[in-house]
């Protein structure tokens, strides 16, 4: 089962995780936390990884809306944006599919709002995609 949208870019990884909060912002999401994955994985277990963020991500007004119609909702919340390097160079930015998130909630009351939200990651994703091709081309 496919439960995330991605799209994957060129370019600076940093630069990319700005650039994705930055369509994130502008979709209506704030980002509640930052995970460096590599960071952590570093500190905890003394191991290498690549670079490998998660962008805990959520939008007030649809968490609310969602929050009232399932009070155990929050237990999905915040959704996560992944960004990664690839052993290729490329950068992954990935998003939970919402869609098939609050579908094992199965309340149709939640349709709806997975929609709105999957729609958002799609516009960000795209956005994402668009910025870095036209910063890169001189």
């Known amino acids: 089962m496919k439960y995330t949208i991605q799209t994957s870019v060129s ?3 940093d630069q990319v995780v700005e650039t994705t909060i930055d369509e994130l912002e ?23 990884f690549r670079q490998y963020r998660i962008l ?8 609310h809306e ?12 915040p959704c996560n944006v ?12 990935s998003a939970v599919d919402p869609q098939q998130l609050v579908g094992i909630a199965d309340n149709e009351a ?8 999957h729609d958002r990651f799609e516009r960000v994703l795209a956005s994402v995609a668009d910025e870095l091709e036209s910063s890169t081309e001189i």
């Not at 939640?110 to 939200?117: G, K, R």
């Open 26 to 48: 502008d979709e209506g999401f704030g980002v509640l936390c930052d995970i460096d994955v590599q960071a952590t994985l570093e500190e905890k277990l003394g191991e290498e």
């Open 110 to 117: 939640l349709d709806s709002i997975a929609n709105e939200v």
């Open 66 to 77: 969602g929050l009232n119609e399932e009070i155990e909702l929050g237990a999905l919340l």
């Open 56 to 63: 805990g991500a959520c939008n007030p007004g649809l968490a």
């Open 82 to 93: 992944i960004v990664y390097e690839t052993d290729d160079s490329e950068v992954i930015v």
């Open 11 to 13: 370019g600076d990884f």
